[in-house]
């Protein structure tokens, strides 16, 4: 029988399908690239695929605009490319979670464009949040509210007769028109969806901005000037940002999850309050969440102690597992935010503002060297924690954020709405290097979307396959271990003598000790099983993380 745990400890492999690998050279990564690339994903000894949006799409925002949630978009394949993708996966042993975007829709959606078509109040424009506008002829926005992508939350639309018209809502781009989720059409529309790619073979679901999809909007909106932070969200009194209510929409999915076996998985995307992510990780909604806290931290060995501690803490509270994630597509690669000064860098920014990748390109700011040798710190100490670890394609490359992207070739909305001042997330998303040599880094037969650099080339699977020492068979080689070490979701903490060091313990004589400090330090007794830098006569150099391994159970 099925595993219904599966998840609980997974190594989940993110893969961003545009940017990964491309089977026809048209210079998008497709489906059928993906599938040609199990071989390669099972050997790298991850437990589960999630796919980022790969539905129909004019990619406002990468994918994160969904035209039809039900099909696959052509530039990627059809629905026998994907049942052929899952059908790779699982028999090589590696389950498939894909990506669910329920806060909005695309603005090409046929709801969307039959919303525009129909006149104030109609059922259609019920879908999703119309507003008439503020002053003498509505011409000014429902509300002050920004965009996270920079500008107006409001759009307004021409009416049928042509004339300016009605506001709609749009937390992100303009091309994503947020649902109205109190609309039962709406709701039953998702289960739908999340049906359809159950009944596929799918085992589980990211949930996109899970937080937001519950809106209390009165009648007279708030200024944004009294809107509770968004950093604790108040609580849940904010009017679209982490509501009670949220919840009674994930308590209805995991009915329907449940009646799948394995029951169905899911993993929450919110950035909520720390005291308030454990209830969508409740075993009666969505089951997981994404803990920010790890990415979101310097590497320092007291903030690191304090959220492992913390989130396994609340982890054990709720009966959910832990989730850790260094890397995604919406951040900063940690290989080159390890390598900003102090603590800079996410989102593409330094801490003091200065917009390093913009004006300096990746060589000039970053600190490559120590980015890289503490990423592979970070992820080697990330691999031995009890719970799931969320792994970002390239990662196991050692692949560092993209700087030199001209602004003509940018992609990402939150570039160009917010006119340069964030300089958006391109630079994690660059089509993967394959092979040292050839059309795009052997990412395909062709180009590549966004331009690749020619520093790629020392960063490619040919060039690091087999290689002692590499990124790539570091990762290997730790995930075949964990594999083989994983245990039940215990952690103990080991008293070191030097403040630097973290030293932990699992279950079965599995210990791992990570030196954040400058100077390498004495190893405890025991075997070095794996290292993530160069281990010489029982000193751990710094920014090095170690796997001892006593007895084996
Ligand atoms: C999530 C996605 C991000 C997207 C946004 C809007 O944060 O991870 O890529 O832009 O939602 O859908
Ligand atoms: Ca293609």
Known sequence: MADPDWWRQAAVYQIYPRSFADS?????????GITARVPYLQRLGIDAVWLSPFYPSALADGGYDVDDYRDVDPRLGTLDDFDELSAALHAAGIKLVV????????????????????????????????RDGLGE?????????????????????????????QWYLHLFAKEQPDFNWDNPEVREDFLKTLRFWSDRGVDGFRIDVAHALAKHLPEELPSK??????????????????RDEVHEIYAEWRTLFNEYEPPRTAVAEAWVHADRLSRYASPEGLGQAFNFDLLQADFDVDQFRAVITKNLAEAAATGASSTWVFSNHDVVRHATRYGLPAGGGRRGKGQDGSQWLLDGGHAADVDAETGLRRARAASLMMLALPGSAYLYQGEELGLQEVGEIPAAERQDPSFFRSAGEQIGRDGCRVPLPWTAEGPSFGFGPGG?????????????????????????????????????LQTAEELEWIATDDASVLHFARPNGWQVVTNFGT?????????????????????????????LVSAKA
């Open 24 to 32: 026809n050279g048209d210079g998008i990564g497709d489906l059928k």
């Open 99 to 130: 990506d669910i975007v329920p806060n909005h829709s695309s603005n090409l959606h046929e709801w969307f464009r039959e919303a525009l078509a129909s006149p104030k109040g109609s059922a259609a424009r019920d879908r999703y949040i119309f």
């Open 137 to 165: 002829n509505g011409d000014e926005p429902p509300s002050d509210w920004d965009s996270l992508f920079g500008g107006s939350a409001w759009e307004r639309v021409t009416e049928a007769d042509g004339n300016p018209g």
């Open 225 to 242: 000037l009294v809107l509770p932070r968004e950093d604790d969200n108040a609580l849940g009194a904010h009017p679209f940002w982490d």
């Open 448 to 484: 590549s979307h966004l331009p690749q650099p020619s520093w790629f080339a020392d960063f490619a699977v040919t060039a690091q396959d087999g290689v002692a020492g590499s990124t790539l068979e570091l990762y290997r080689a730790a995930l075949a271990l964990r594999a083989e």
């Open 519 to 547: 100077e390498p330090v004495a190893l405890p007794a025991g075997d070095v099983a794996i290292a993530s830098g160069p281990v010489e006569g029982g000193l751990l150099p710094a920014d090095t993380t170690a796997w």
